[in-house]
């Protein structure tokens, strides 16, 4: 009886193995918060590496009006032992959290000051076609029109986002959102997953999904690249 279980849970962790490295490394996004005056902005992403089953993550400050990192706002942490089956590595976010308060209470990030979602993409947004999408804040009655334009070339692959601001009164503004000229090794495609603005009118921020080579597969990495209107 002990054998048959024990060939249950050898054969259980061969296809949690096998559905990990079969899908890659796929990231999970956090939103973490602004800070009250929507200046910075902290978001995280976790995951779990498709070959180790090692859980890491990867936590991130934001100068929104600058749309670069603050002065060390990027930090990362792999754990040094594979998680174990029903796992889904967001321990090691917990853990980096946790190790990094200063962080957020230097910028004053408040978890509880999260974006307002403007566009929520439902599908993998670098599998749909590379269309503008549309969004509206009802509140201010502004409405919204965002293309994604990618450029490839030997160097990696780039992209920026053609905004365009309509108000109420029909005037319009336009936005050339992101750096053309930063070109990503490995990064195949990039999709808008998310827009949200802070809690305070005036920053917006878009939740990129890219879409990284791996050994025949593909990973997912989140970033974002923000704006003050």
């Keep these: 009886m002990f054998e048959k279980k024990l060939s249950y849970l050898i054969i259980a962790a061969m296809v949690f193995c096998a559905s990990y490295l079969g899908a890659g490394d796929i ?6 918060g602004f800070s009250p005056d929507g200046r910075t902005y902290m978001f995280a992403q976790y995951g779990v590496q498709s070959e180790t089953l090692k859980p890491w993550a990867e936590l991130f400050a934001v100068d929104v009006a600058r749309n ?6 990027k930090i990362s942490y792999t754990h040094t032992a594979p998680v174990i089956s029903g796992q889904d590595g967001s321990g090691a976010l917990y853990r980096l959290i ?4 200063a962080l957020a209470e230097q910028y004053g990030i408040n978890f509880l000051f999260q974006g307002y ?5 439902l599908e993998n947004s670098f599998d749909t076609p590379a ?6 804040n009802f509140e201010q009655n502004i409405s919204y029109r965002a293309t994604l334009v990618p450029h490839t070339e030997e ?6 986002i053609n905004l365009e ?18 070109k990503r090794a490995l990064i195949s495609s990039y999709g808008i997953k998310k827009v949200i603005t802070a809690p305070k009118e005036g920053f917006m921020v878009f939740v990129i ?7 025949g597969s593909f990973d997912v990495r989140y970033m974002v690249e923000t704006l003050r209107l």
Excluded at 27 to 32: G, Y
């Design 27 to 32: 990231a999970s996004f956090v939103d973490l």
């Design 68 to 73: 670069d990192f603050v002065s060390g706002g």
């Design 98 to 101: 946790a190790q990094n308060t």
């Design 117 to 121: 979602p403007l566009y929520i993409s």
């Design 131 to 136: 269309e503008a999408i549309e969004f509206r």
């Design 155 to 160: 160097a990696g692959t780039a992209f920026y």
């Design 165 to 182: 601001r309509t108000t109420q009164d029909g005037s319009k503004k336009t936005y050339a959102v992101g750096n053309a000229r930063i």
């Design 209 to 215: 999904e890219m879409k990284k080579q791996n050994k």
